[in-house]
C-alpha cells in the first residue's frame, strides 16, 4: 500500500519544512524524552539540526554557478539589508522611549532578534517551491542572519561589544566549500544537488524536536504579537522593496520569519551584558513562539502572494490576447 506523504506535504507552502517542524515540536511537546535515547536515533532526529543544516549549506553553494553568482548574491544582501535596517530601527526605537523593558513585555534584544533573522531552511523550502534557482542561491547569503552578530551589532550602544566574527565566518564556509565542488566538477554539483532536498525535512524535524508548544503559553500574548509582527512587517517589506526595484515576486516575503538558531541568541547577549539576565526566561519563550508562529504564518503569505502574482498575469494575457 502506498501512501503519498511526499505529495500531501508539498500541498502545504514549505510543507517540506513546515510539516516535520511542527510533528517533531508536538512528539517534543507530549512525549519528550522518546527520542533522547542515545545512539544514532537521537544523533539524527534530537541533536542532528546544526549539522544537517551545515550538509544543506554545502549543497546549497554547490548549486550556485560562479558565471550567475551575481543575481543571488544580490537579492541575498537585500533581503539582509531589508531585515537589519527594520529590526535595528524598531529595537532601538523600543530602547529609547520604553527603555530596557522593552514594549508588550518584549526586549529590545528580543524584537532584534526576532527580526534581523530568517530561518534559512524554511527561506530555501519556500524559495525552491514558489521562486527560482536565484531564489534558491539567495539563501547562501541569507544565512548569515543567523545568531547573535546582529543583534549584537544594533545593541552595540548597550555595551555589547564582544562580536563573534567567527561564527559568521563558520556559516558561510560550508557554502564556499560548495561552491568550490559544484564549479569544479559538474558531476559532485549533480551528486549534492541531490542531497539537497531530501536534508530539508530531516533538519526541519530535528529543529521541531527542541521546540515546545506549551512555550506558546508562556510566552502568552507577546511572543504572538512578534511572532505576527516579524511575518506582516518583514514579510511584506521583502515583497514590496524587491518589486520596486525590479524583481516581483511571491518568494520575495519569504523573509518574513525567524530562525531556528534565535533560541540561543537571549544567552549569547547575557553573556555579554549581565545586566540583561533578568530577562532571559522571557526573552526565550517569546522567540521560540515567534518562531514557530512565523514556520506556519510565513509559507501562507508567500502562498498567497503567489497565487495573486499569478491570477494578476493570467489576468494580463487575457487582456493582450483580446487587444491582439
Not at 136 to 160: D, N, P, R
Not at 191 to 196: E, F, M, R, S, Y
Request: with cysteine; hydrophobic share 55%; aromatic share 8%.
Amino acid at each position: 500500500m502506498q501512501i503519498p506523504i511526499l505529495k500531501t506535504m508539498k500541498k502545504t507552502p514549505g510543507g517540506l519544512m513546515v510539516v516535520p517542524l511542527i510533528i517533531g515540536a508536538i512528539i517534543n511537546t507530549f512525549f519528550p524524552n522518546v527520542l533522547t535515547i542515545g545512539g544514532f536515533t537521537q544523533a539524527l532526529f534530537k541533536d542532528g539540526a546544526q549539522p544537517l543544516i551545515a550538509m544543506f549549506l554545502l549543497c546549497m553553494g554547490a548549486q550556485i554557478s560562479i558565471k550567475q553568482a551575481g543575481t543571488p548574491i544580490k537579492r541575498g544582501l537585500i533581503s539582509i539589508l531589508i531585515k537589519f535596517v527594520i529590526g535595528a530601527a524598531i529595537a532601538i526605537t523600543v530602547g529609547k522611549i520604553f527603555g530596557v523593558k522593552g514594549l508588550f513585555g518584549i526586549t529590545p534584544m528580543v524584537w532584534m532578534s526576532a527580526f534581523s533573522s530568517v530561518n534559512t531552511g524554511l527561506y530555501v523550502a519556500l524559495a525552491d517551491q514558489f521562486g527560482t534557482t536565484d531564489d534558491v542561491g539567495a539563501g547562501a547569503m541569507i544565512a548569515l542572519t543567523g545568531g547573535a552578530f546582529f543583534t549584537m551589532i544594533a545593541l552595540g550602544a548597550s555595551g555589547l561589544a564582544d562580536i563573534p566574527i567567527l561564527s559568521m565566518v563558520a556559516v558561510i564556509v560550508p557554502v564556499i566549500v560548495g561552491f568550490i565542488l559544484g564549479n569544479f566538477d559538474v558531476d559532485m554539483k549533480k551528486l549534492l544537488g541531490q542531497g539537497q532536498h531530501a536534508l530539508i525535512p530531516l533538519f526541519a524535524f530535528a529543529l521541531g524536536s527542541n521546540m515546545n508548544f506549551q512555550n506558546i503559553v508562556k510566552a502568552g500574548i507577546p511572543g504572538i504579537i512578534l511572532g505576527i509582527s516579524v511575518v506582516v512587517i518583514t514579510g511584506f517589506a521583502g515583497y514590496f522593496i524587491h518589486s520596486l526595484l525590479g524583481y516581483k515576486a511571491g518568494v520575495t516575503a519569504a523573509i518574513g520569519n525567524t530562525a531556528g538558531n534565535q533560541l540561543a541568541t537571549p544567552l549569547a547577549i547575557v553573556a555579554a551584558d549581565v545586566s540583561l539576565k533578568p530577562y532571559l526566561a522571557a526573552a526565550t519563550a517569546q522567540i521560540a513562539t515567534a518562531i514557530i508562529v512565523t514556520c506556519i504564518l510565513s509559507p501562507m503569505l508567500v502562498g498567497f502572494l503567489d497565487k495573486r502574482l499569478k491570477v494578476k498575469e493570467s489576468f494580463t494575457d487575457i487582456e493582450n490576447e483580446s487587444v491582439a
